[in-house]
C-alpha cells in the first residue's frame, strides 16, 4: 500500500502543476489595473510625443593633403552611417548650410572652428555640430588595404558641450570590427528618448512612445526616469525651467510595431515607475 500512496501523491502533485501553469500572460492580455492609473507629476505634452530624430551639422572636413578625395569619402561615409544607425541622427542638408553661411553674422565663419559649428547648428535648429579631422594613419595595413585616422568631436547645441570625442584607425578592411567597437560608446552619447504612454498588470508592462521608426529592437534596455522641472534664475535675473532627471528603475523590450514598443519593468521597479515617466535606451553590450 504504501508504493501506492506515494504514487498518488506524485500524481496530485503533477496534477496540481500541470493546472497551475496556465500559458503566460502577455501586455495583450494584462489588463489595466489601479496602479496603472498613477501618473508622473510632469508627463509628457503632445509636442513631447512626437518622434523626431535630431540633426547634426557637419563643419569642414580637416583633412592631410597626402590623402586623396575618395579616403575621405569613404572615411566620412562610415561616419555617416554610425551617426545615423547608431545615434539615431539625421542631416542638415548641404544646401540650407550654404544657404545660412550667406548670412553676415557668419562672414567669418570657419567649419573648423567648433565655436562657429556650433552657432551655425544652432541657426539651423540642429541638436548638434560636428568637427572631423582625417589623417594618415600609422597603422600597418596589407598591399591594396588603406587606412585613415579620424578625429570625431560633437558638441550639444546651443551650449557647445561636447558630448562625443573619438580618435580611431579606420582600416579599409577592418570596418565590421570598428563599428562594433564605437556602436557602445555612439548609443551611451546619443539615447534614443522618449515617455511611457501606459502600463498594464500594476506596472508589470510598459508601452513606450518608440518604435522600428526609432531603432527599437526586441531586448533593447532602456532606463526609466522621473521627470522634476524647475525655475531657475540666472544672473541678469531671469528665469528659465530646467528638467532634472531621477533614475526610478529599468524596462526590457518585448514586441515593436512601427511607432511604438511594449516591454517589461525590471520587478522590483514596478512599484516605483509611472505613466508619462521618460525612457532613455542603454547602449547594447558587446
Known amino acids: ?17 500541470i493546472g497551475c501553469s496556465g500559458p503566460k500572460v502577455t501586455f495583450r492580455e494584462a489588463a489595466v489595473l489601479p496602479g496603472d492609473q498613477k501618473e508622473a507629476p510632469y508627463p509628457p ?15 569642414s572636413v580637416q583633412m592631410d593633403t597626402a590623402l586623396s578625395a575618395s579616403h575621405k569619402d569613404l572615411s566620412m561615409s562610415f561616419l555617416r552611417s554610425m551617426l545615423q544607425e547608431e545615434g539615431s541622427l539625421q542631416f542638415i542638408q548641404e544646401r540650407r548650410i550654404q544657404t545660412a553661411l550667406q548670412r553676415p553674422e557668419f562672414q567669418n565663419y570657419s567649419g573648423t572652428s567648433p565655436k562657429d559649428v556650433v552657432a551655425l547648428a544652432t541657426h539651423l535648429r540642429a541638436k548638434y555640430a560636428a568637427v572631423v579631422q582625417i589623417i594618415p594613419s600609422r597603422e600597418k595595413v596589407e598591399d591594396g588595404e588603406w587606412a585613415t585616422y579620424m578625429t570625431l568631436e560633437i558638441y ?11 580618435s580611431f584607425d579606420f582600416v579599409s578592411s577592418k570596418t565590421k570590427e570598428l563599428w562594433e567597437k564605437l556602436k557602445p ?14 502600463t498594464r498588470n500594476n506596472r508589470t508592462f510598459a508601452r513606450i512612445s518608440l518604435g522600428k521608426a526609432d531603432g527599437v529592437k526586441p531586448k ?5 526616469f522621473r521627470r ?3 525655475a531657475v534664475t540666472k544672473e541678469d535675473g531671469s528665469t528659465v525651467r530646467r528638467t532634472i532627471y531621477s533614475s ?39
Open 1 to 17: 500500500m504504501g508504493a501506492y500512496r506515494k504514487l498518488f501523491v506524485l500524481l496530485v502533485m503533477v496534477g496540481g502543476l
Open 220 to 224: 533593447r534596455l532602456f532606463g526609466i
Open 248 to 286: 526610478v528603475g529599468q524596462l526590457e523590450i518585448t514586441d515593436v510595431m512601427e511607432r511604438e514598443s511594449w516591454g517589461t519593468i525590471r520587478e522590483r521597479d514596478r512599484g516605483k515607475v509611472l505613466k508619462g515617466d521618460a525612457v532613455f535606451s542603454k547602449a547594447e553590450q558587446r
Open 228 to 230: 522634476d522641472i524647475q
Open 185 to 198: 560608446e555612439m548609443q551611451d552619447a546619443f539615447p534614443l528618448r522618449g515617455f511611457i504612454s501606459e
Open 45 to 59: 505634452q503632445p509636442k513631447d510625443l512626437l518622434s523626431v530624430q535630431p540633426f547634426v551639422v557637419f563643419g
Open 156 to 166: 550639444q547645441s546651443p551650449s557647445g558641450n561636447k558630448i562625443f570625442n573619438q
